[in-house]
Structure formats: structure tokens, C-alpha cells
């Protein structure tokens, strides 16, 4: 009898304990899994290799040394660490169909995921601004947008931004998870992990709605009254060429933005109902694997400076290697 008792305790034991989860990732398409894997990969190399241009051109170039590239710069950052986060986890469910990875690893990624896609949000907010001053106050962008301004700013940026992920990360280890130990998803996101917890997440959710909806909508009013400023001052421009030429310089940021929080309000503000699961995965796949790759080719093929620069540095590295031989 007491054996018994010793071996419904360990069952107990196991059944409460979740040290490692299952992600199921994106199973409805298993029986695309070899094109869809092949087409992850370029799509994890394109989104690399055209961030790291991005970030080596502005180093390069001394062309590209102001305030908008700097801030360009370290989206290309955010992106490259973005995707260097979810995509291997997601190739590793497309070819085998699922993946395996601790709880610990689990809260990681989460974790890591939180604070760039906030520091991100931040960051948009700020070349808003900075689009702003341009248009709106051009005489005196050179003494508002600083060096020391914009590298204040990004410091600012990644601690806020470290400072969320660390009020979640405290939220989730505050619970108990007793599982069960499967994530129908490709990456460990904030529901999913809620659900392998047995404790009371109530206050846990209001926690995190509330510091969602700081870093989430401040930004973002700071980006709708910077558009609605620059929208109002490019319509006083009485000729159509300077009307043209003004909203090119942040039609770029306005695409970025758009895509980002487009997909990020119907994700997590929208209750999608199971069937729609499908449907959920796939949207979050738009900011977690397709928005890093479109921004380096959103800003680049829309922005001459960054063709010139491209040109320009490919010429002398061709004329130094000719000279050698």
C-alpha cells in the first residue's frame, strides 16, 4: 500500500512539474513542409544579409551619417536579433514536425521576443519624431536631433525595453505550471506559456495588459500626433513637388509602422477563436519573420542615399581590388 502511495506521488510529481514543452508549430502545413522549409531559409538569409547591409553601409558610408539612418540602423539591429530569435526554433518544427525545448528556454525566447518587439515599438515612435522635426521644423533639426540626442534616445530605448521583458519574465516565474507541456504555436508567446500554468493568472493578465497597452499605445499616440503634425504641414506646401518630396522622406517609417502595428493589434487585441488558429499562427508570422525581412527592402529600395552609398562603396571596392592586381 505504501508503494502505491509512493508511486501516485511521483505520477503527481511529473504531472505538476513542467521542465519542457513541446512547440506543435505550424502542423496544418506539413504537408508543405519541405517548399515551406526551403522558402524559411531564404527568407532567414535575405532577412540577414539585407539588415547587416544595412548596418554596414551606414558604417561605411560617411553619406548616411545622420539622426534617420542612426535610428534605420538599429531597427536593422532589432530585426537581425528578431529573427535570429524565432526563425531557427520555426525550421526546427517545419522539418520534423514539432520541437522540443525547456521551460527555461521557453521563457527565453518569450522573453527575448518581449523586449524587441517593445524596444521596437519605441523606436518607431522616435524616427516619428524625428520625421516630425524634419518636416515640420527643419531650421532647427540639426540643434534638436543630436548625436548625443539620438544615442540618449537608444539607450533609453533598449532599457525600457529590458525593463519590460524583466516585468514579464517576474510575472511567469511568480506561477506554477503543471501543464500540460504543449504549445500549438511556433514560438513560445504569452498566452500559450499562461496555459501550461495551473496557478491563478487573473492579476498576472491585468499586469500585463496594463504594461502592454503603456508600451504598446504611447508610442503609438506619439506617432499618430507626429503623422497628423506632418500631414497638416505638407498640405500649407503650396507646390506639389515639395508636397511629394515631404512625404517621401516618411513614407517609408509610415509602411513600417503600418505593417507592424497593423498585424500586432489584430493578434492581440482581436479574440480569435480556435478555428481561426490557423489564421492566428500565420499573422504572427507577418511580424516575427516577414516584417525583419520587408524593412531593410522597404527603406533600401525606396531611399537613393542608400542606393548611392551601395554604388558607391561596391565602385571603390573594385577600384582597391583592381589597383591591387
Known amino acids: 500500500m505504501e508503494n502505491l502511495d509512493n508511486q501516485e506521488n511521483t505520477k503527481v510529481t511529473l504531472i505538476n512539474n513542467v521542465t519542457s514543452v513541446i512547440l506543435l508549430g505550424l502542423s496544418d502545413l506539413q504537408c508543405f513542409k519541405f517548399p515551406f522549409f526551403s522558402l524559411l531559409v531564404l527568407i532567414y538569409c535575405a532577412t540577414i544579409s539585407g539588415n547587416l547591409l544595412i548596418i554596414a553601409l551606414y558604417l ?5 551619417q545622420s539622426p534617420m539612418y542612426f535610428f534605420i540602423t538599429q531597427l536593422s539591429i ?6 535570429t530569435d524565432i526563425v531557427p526554433v520555426l525550421l526546427s518544427t517545419v522539418l520534423y514536425g514539432g ?6 528556454g521557453c521563457i527565453t525566447q518569450f522573453a527575448i521576443f518581449v523586449m524587441l518587439e517593445a524596444s521596437e515599438c519605441l523606436l518607431l515612435s522616435v524616427m516619428s519624431y524625428d520625421r516630425h522635426v524634419a518636416i515640420c521644423n527643419p531650421l532647427r533639426y540639426n540643434s534638436i536631433m543630436t548625436c548625443w540626442f539620438c544615442v540618449i534616445s537608444v539607450n533609453l530605448i533598449w532599457f525600457l525595453g529590458f525593463l519590460v521583458m524583466l516585468m514579464y519574465v517576474i510575472s511567469i516565474y511568480s506561477l506554477h505550471f503543471c501543464g500540460p507541456h504543449i504549445i500549438d504555436n511556433f514560438f513560445c508567446d504569452f498566452k500559450p506559456i499562461m ?8 492579476i498576472i ?4 495588459l496594463i504594461i502592454g497597452a503603456l508600451n504598446g499605445f504611447c508610442p503609438f499616440i506619439i506617432i499618430v500626433v507626429s503623422y497628423v503634425s506632418i500631414v497638416i504641414t505638407i498640405l500649407k506646401i503650396p507646390s506639389n513637388t ?5 512625404f517621401s522622406t516618411c513614407s517609408s517609417h509610415l509602411i513600417v509602422v503600418s505593417i507592424l502595428y497593423g498585424t500586432l493589434l489584430i493578434v492581440y487585441l482581436f479574440p480569435i477563436r480556435e478555428k481561426s488558429l490557423l489564421l492566428s499562427k500565420i499573422l504572427s508570422l507577418s ?3 516577414l516584417t525583419p525581412l ?8 525606396r531611399n537613393k542615399d542608400f542606393k548611392e552609398a551601395y554604388h558607391k562603396i561596391r565602385h571603390d571596392i573594385r577600384s582597391g581590388h583592381d589597383g591591387l592586381l
Open 287 to 289: 511580424y516575427t519573420v
Open 60 to 64: 561605411l558610408s560617411k553619406t548616411l
Open 242 to 246: 515639395g508636397r511629394h518630396k515631404a
Open 195 to 202: 496555459q501550461l500554468s495551473c496557478s491563478d493568472t487573473t
Open 99 to 104: 520541437s522540443s525545448m525547456t521551460l527555461i
Open 205 to 208: 493578465y491585468i499586469e500585463i
Open 78 to 83: 532589432f530585426d537581425v536579433l528578431l529573427t
Open 294 to 301: 520587408l524593412n531593410p527592402i522597404i527603406y533600401t529600395l
